[in-house]
């Protein structure tokens, strides 16, 4: 197969139920487009049977599945990242394995890449998620809008298309957390944006736990933002000037009335309020000063144990 016009990235974590029927729909896609398209899966360090279907998927169309087997779990977004430093398709579409993103929808995509657009992101229609979850991404939504420069309408959203151009840059970035589509968008000089199906999970559950979302959003959050920071020192400014202020009121007061002892709980309350914002602003710095650790300590991002692939050059 020459150069590929598509490549299609599934990013794969213990989806064994799935994998099946994502398999069949998305080849039923790919051979309806009609030209040359490769799918690239990253086995994300699974503990169920995903690998073992994804070397058959390779078996039955060896040319044009290929299958990059982690060495343990590197997350969501590094499955993807080394599936684009591999990817050789003209567009590359990123797709979840769970068929909450129908692979029927690819060519609307591809439709909005050909117009044009360098990158189009996929907005969820009625999204079959908990009600939970839903809310939790309005509100990171909200806070990504107030605090950083990257404008989309569904950051959760991954299905996604975009021009080989901005791939190169995405892995070109080195970073080693990062948010693809944030990133991908900080690329784009001519986004556009689309409206997709969504499905609830077909099987099995969400591979994100409450902790591993935090981790992702503050990942979002210090990759693309320093308003954390200057938030606190705001605060911290606020806090001294209005001391300063109680400072000289409590000093007058005292010349005039004299010393006062009530209040003491209104104190402490107002003080371990304080403590409370304190600590939270090192645990800001601390996010940053981890992230700036792990990125000079230079280890890899991720470890690939095998490629399955057959390619003709
Ligand atoms: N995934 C992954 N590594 C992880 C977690 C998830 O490769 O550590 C994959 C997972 O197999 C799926 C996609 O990322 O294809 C999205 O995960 P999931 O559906 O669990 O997330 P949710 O839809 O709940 O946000
Ligand atoms: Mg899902």
């Not at 790919?30 to 360090?45: A, M, S, V, W």
């Not at 044009?116 to 939790?136: E, I, T």
């Not at 991908?184 to 979302?213: D, F, N, Q, T, W």
Request: hydrophobic content about 45%; glycine content about 8%.
């Amino acid at each position: 197969m020459a150069q590929p016009y598509l490549s299609v990235v599934v990013p794969v974590y213990n989806e064994q139920e799935n994998l099946p029927a994502l398999f069949a729909r998305l080849t039923a896609v790919l051979d309806r487009i009609g030209k040359p398209c490769e799918i690239l899966f990253t086995n994300d360090g699974s503990r169920d049977n995903s690998l073992a279907l994804l070397r058959d998927f390779h078996r039955q169309r060896p040319k044009q599945v290929r299958v990059i087997d982690f060495n343990g779990n590197f997350g969501q977004h590094m499955a993807i990242m080394a599936a684009f430093e591999r990817a050789r398709g003209e567009v590359v579409v990123t797709l979840d394995a769970d068929l909450q993103n129908p692979p029927e929808e690819i060519p609307k995509l591809l439709a909005e890449i050909e117009n044009g657009h360098d990158v189009v992101g996929g907005y969820r229609k009625d999204r079959q998620d908990s009600w939970f979850r839903r809310r939790a991404s309005r509100l990171l939504n909200l806070i990504r809008e107030s605090t950083t420069r990257i404008r989309m309408r569904d950051q959760g959203c991954m299905l996604r298309a975009y021009r080989r151009s901005i791939v190169e840059h995405i892995t070109a970035s080195g970073e080693t957390s990062t948010f693809i589509p944030a990133l991908a968008m900080s690329y784009a000089a001519h986004p556009a944006e689309i409206e997709v199906e969504h499905a609830a999970r077909a099987a099995g559950e969400s591979k994100y736990s409450l902790y591993k979302l935090i981790r992702l959003n503050f990942d979002l959050m210090t990759g693309f933002s320093v308003v954390p920071l200057q938030v606190f020192t705001l605060f911290g400014m606020v806090i001294s000037i209005g001391s300063l202020l109680f400072v000289v009121y409590l000093f007058i007061r005292r010349l005039i009335i004299g010393p006062e002892v009530q209040g003491v709980f209104t104190l402490f309350a107002i003080l371990y309020f304080l403590v409370g914002v304190g600590i939270m602003g090192l645990g800001v710095i601390g996010e940053y000063i981890g992230r700036i650790y792990q990125e000079v300590r230079r280890r890899p991002r991720f470890m690939i144990r095998d490629v399955y692939e057959q390619l003709d050059d």
